[in-house]
T-cell receptor, first 115, second 111 residues
Framework: NAGVTQTPKFQVLKTGQSMTLQCAQD?????MSWYRQDPGMGLRLIHY???????DQGEVPNGYNVSRSTTEDFPLRLLSAAPSQTSVYFC??????????????FGPGTRLTVT | GQQVMQIPQYQHVQEGEDFTTYCNSS?????IQWYKQRPGGHPVFLIQ?????EVKKQKRLTFQFGEAKKNSSLHITATQTTDVGTYFC???????????FGTGTRLTIIP
């Protein structure tokens, strides 16, 4: 199994540009999440999905859109990039949630710079 | 909303010394997880604690979940250079699918 894969690994955008960060997992996990990591602020949840066709907002959803058309894929779209979105983005998946929640498997991350 | 605070933010220790990081939640948690992130890497799951007062050990690592299920700690005995990285706790509330991460503690080892 490849686990959780993310593309691209690095990206530089200009303010106002749009792009999609790709995330895929081959573990048949129902739960997938997007986090951003900024220095001194830990990992903050952007959006998450509890299954195909179901998404919900996390802590910092503004400026980002997600969709979940298949179990495997969970792309994150930046609508109009801003310098404040410069960050490292991690996608994660897990096979359960709630009280029975299990470990999250993280992808290698995408380092995004917006100029 | 749920907040998870972690202290200290940084810790520098001599190789062989012990290390502890503490995690405190603003609300009662259904479970708490710990992750380790090596420099330049991604978070990797270490353990999950579910029961009040639970203590789990993994070799030199000891994890505790408080009686009130609002705090947790990770203690490393006799640190080694392989322990370098940032340690995160992550808590989940009741009836809530979201996992809230602490701010992390960055551990550096002085050889």
């Amino acid at each position: 199994n490849a686990g959780v894969t993310q593309t691209p690994k690095f990206q530089v955008l200009k303010t106002g540009q749009s792009m999609t960060l790709q995330c895929a997992q081959d573990m048949n996990h129902e739960y997938m999440s997007w986090y951003r990591q900024d220095p001194g602020m830990g990992l903050r949840l952007i959006h998450y999905s509890v299954g195909a066709g179901i998404t919900d907002q996390g802590e910092v959803p503004n400026g980002y859109n997600v969709s979940r058309s298949t179990t495997e894929d969970f792309p994150l779209r930046l609508l109009s990039a801003a310098p404040s979105q410069t960050s490292v983005y991690f996608c994660a998946s897990t096979n359960a949630g709630g009280v029975l929640s299990y470990e999250q498997y993280f992808g290698p991350g995408t380092r995004l710079t917006v100029t | 909303g749920q907040q998870v605070m972690q202290i200290p933010q940084y810790q520098h220790v001599q190789e062989g010394e012990d290390f502890t990081t503490y995690c405190n939640s603003s609300t009662t948690l259904s479970n708490i997880q710990w992750y380790k992130q090596r420099p330049g890497g991604h978070p990797v799951f270490l353990i999950q604690l579910v029961k009040s007062g639970e203590v789990k050990k993994q070799k030199r690592l000891t994890f505790q979940f408080g009686e009130a299920k609002k705090n947790s700690s990770l203690h490393i005995t006799a640190t080694q250079t392989t322990d370098v990285g940032t340690y995160f706790c992550a808590g989940r509330g009741f009836g809530n699918e979201k996992l809230t991460f602490g701010t992390g503690t960055r551990l550096t080892i002085i050889p």
